[in-house]
């Protein structure tokens, strides 16, 4: 029990760091937060939790694949925050990346990837 502790803390931690620097330069949150750092967390997590390399390479494999839908949220976010404010964005932002899951899920399986 004491180690979700750990890693919720640590989590925590991280995420409100990110964001306090978020608010003193835009640019240098946006590059902390482009780094892979939750992939890394999470595979370093299941290292020590002794989850096979299978597993952990399936991991890695899925999150590359899943990233690919969330690209268009961070194209058309900034566009539309600026002429409908941050609801409405974000729900179209949300919206469009669900969309585009649903997509990549139903070419990952055509593939049979």
């Not at 179209?92 to 669900?98: G, L, W, Y």
Request: proline content about 4%.
């Amino acid at each position: 029990m004491s180690f979700y502790i750990i890693k919720v803390l640590f989590t925590v931690f991280l995420i409100i760091t990110i964001t306090e620097i978020a608010k003193i330069s835009g640019k240098l949150g946006g590059i902390i937060t482009a780094m892979p750092l939750t992939t890394l967390l999470v595979i370093c997590w299941l290292y020590y939790e002794k989850v096979p390399n299978s597993e952990i390479s399936n991991y890695v494999k899925n999150t590359l694949y899943f990233i690919l839908p969330t690209i268009p949220m961070f194209i058309i976010f900034p566009f539309l925050i600026e002429r409908f404010g941050f609801i409405i964005s974000i729900s179209i932002s949300i919206f469009s990346v669900a969309v585009f899951v649903i997509v990549t899920n139903f070419l990952i399986k055509l593939l049979n990837v």
